[in-house]
């Protein structure tokens, strides 16, 4: 990221700071002028403006971002040319004109208060980033299970932007409202990372003395994935990505990110000893306790976690969950050495 001047800190004397939102935009047609009257309309009586940094998009993201722009001043334009998140997060920061710079995504619906609720928790807190919930919510049968299982200890582990808890230090947060002088001081997004980006750069601002924090008063919509080809491929990407923030940063790997890999080796090598054992070797057959014990986890976890849920959507919650630990161990234990694009980002 281009080296700014530095700004003055976030006031903490009860005046408002101006704050920029960034939303790195592709193929986004359908959610994007939505997503921008949402932004627009925010409940702060401080300055706010919007940067959208666009990407080659393939429908008519650019055609409907010009006429935003051209009805509101506070709208701006700049172009992501790779249409890679941290690059388009990178340009539309160097283009932010204010202090609090809020990190959103094309299609995420923030409430009215998200604004001040994040401006309220830097001034109160000092935190370098401030974020909240990643709240899942879907509409058909297929995504319900989905959003139950990413907002599920079993499902995606203790991590508080998916599962909720008490307000304080996290090791990351669901897209976040940073101070600008965090972002310069650790040189922006790592456009090396596709994926895992917000994840990586948290761990930068924590690693150079910053603080990173949770509360639960933010919350963003997301939709999940509609169906289990999109959903299997999404957490393979995860898998991936979150592996190459290890490589990097070996001290970030915890028993919660190992699960998923260390499941996947035991279906996989139990099912294979157990098949081995038709042949004669009986003791082999000890193999199908891991595959077994899996499946036994799962739709007894399901029961537990799927309460409240229409049928339709209970009955779906085994193979989601099947889906993304198979998926996300997968991607793990295949990430390829060479994953990233480009040279890494310095760090401050």
């Known amino acids: 990221m281009p080296a700014q001047p530095a700004p003055a800190p976030v006031p903490d004397d009860g005046a408002l700071p101006g704050v920029s939102v960034v939303m790195p935009v592709?193929?986004?047609?359908?959610?994007l002028r939505a997503a921008v009257d949402q932004l627009l309309g925010q409940d702060y009586?401080?300055?706010?403006?919007v940067v959208l940094a666009l990407g080659p998009s393939r429908d008519r993201t650019d055609g409907i971002a010009a006429e935003i722009a051209a009805a509101d001043p506070r709208v701006r334009l700049v172009a992501n040319p790779t249409g890679r998140t941290p690059?388009?997060?990178?340009?539309?920061?160097?283009a932010a004109s204010y202090d609090v710079i809020v990190r959103v995504d094309g299609h995420a619906l923030v409430p009215r208060d998200y604004v001040a609720t994040a401006v309220e928790a830097l001034q109160r807190t000092g935190a370098d980033n401030v974020g909240g919930i990643m709240a899942a919510e879907g509409e058909t049968p297929f995504e319900r299970a989905v959003a139950r299982a990413m907002t599920s200890k079993l499902g995606v582990g203790a991590a508080s932007f998916h599962v909720g808890g008490e307000e304080g230090p996290a090791p990351t947060v669901y897209l976040g409202v940073f101070r600008r002088t965090a972002l310069e001081r650790v040189g922006g997004y790592d456009e090396s990372m596709v994926r895992a980006q917000d994840?990586?750069?948290?761990?930068?601002?924590?690693?150079?003395?910053?603080?990173?924090?949770?509360?639960p008063r933010m919350r963003v919509t997301y939709r999940p994935r509609p169906s289990v080809r999109a959903l299997g491929r999404q957490y393979f990407e995860y898998g991936r990505w979150r592996r190459e923030v290890a490589r990097r940063h070996p001290d970030t790997l915890s028993a919660r990110y190992l699960a998923a890999p260390v499941?996947?080796?035991?279906?996989?090598?139990?099912?294979?000893l157990g098949l081995l054992s038709v042949d004669g070797v009986a003791w082999l057959a000890v193999g199908w306790l891991a595959p077994l014990g899996y499946l036994l986890l799962i739709l007894g976890g399901s029961l537990v976690v799927g309460r409240g849920l229409p049928p339709g959507a209970?009955?779906?919650l085994p193979l989601v969950l099947a889906t993304m630990h198979m998926a996300w161990g997968t991607g793990f234990l295949t990430s390829p050495r060479r994953l990233a694009?480009?040279?890494?980002?310095g760090g401050g």
């Open 26 to 31: 592709l193929d986004e047609e359908r959610h």
């Open 314 to 316: 209970w009955v779906r």
């Open 341 to 345: 694009v480009g040279p890494p980002a």
């Open 199 to 215: 994840w990586e750069m948290n761990h930068r601002i924590i690693e150079t003395g910053g603080l990173v924090w949770f509360t």
């Open 45 to 49: 009586a401080g300055p706010l403006e």
């Open 263 to 272: 499941a996947v080796l035991g279906v996989v090598f139990g099912t294979l």
């Open 87 to 94: 690059a388009g997060l990178n340009a539309a920061v160097a």
